[in-house]
């Protein structure tokens, strides 16, 4: 951000700014999305930023995406397969593929 400075100085400068950070210790991160998929940060460095009354995160780490078994996928093999719920949901899971999961119960 700024070149030869100083890191004690820096952290100075950025709490005369009412900046404040700190390092946060975790294994892993997950992130639930809206779609029912997760966002998986493995090996996560996670630095707290308080600035202004607001609290913010940066996450930096190994990033993996996991799907998620979502209500109107199981309902859809279910429709195309005649299966139970408890069918339809562990092919999904299994498979982690709408189609795949249609296949394996067809």
Do not use: W
């Not at 404040?20 to 210790?25: G, L, P, R, Y």
């Not at 308080?50 to 998620?68: H, L, R, T, W």
């Amino acid at each position: 951000m700024f070149p030869n400075l100083d890191p004690k100085k820096m952290q100075a400068v950025m709490k005369q700014m009412g900046i404040a950070q700190e390092e946060i210790s975790a294994s892993r991160v997950i992130i639930e999305k809206k779609d029912g998929n997760k966002v998986i940060i493995k090996n996560p460095a996670i630095t707290k930023i308080k600035m202004q009354g607001e609290e913010s995160f940066q996450i930096a780490g190994e990033v993996s995406e996991e799907n998620g078994t979502s209500e109107e996928d199981i309902k859809t093999i279910m429709g195309k397969t005649s299966c139970s719920y408890k069918q339809a949901k562990e092919a999904l899971e299994q498979t982690g593929d709408l189609a795949e999961a249609i296949l394996k119960l067809s």
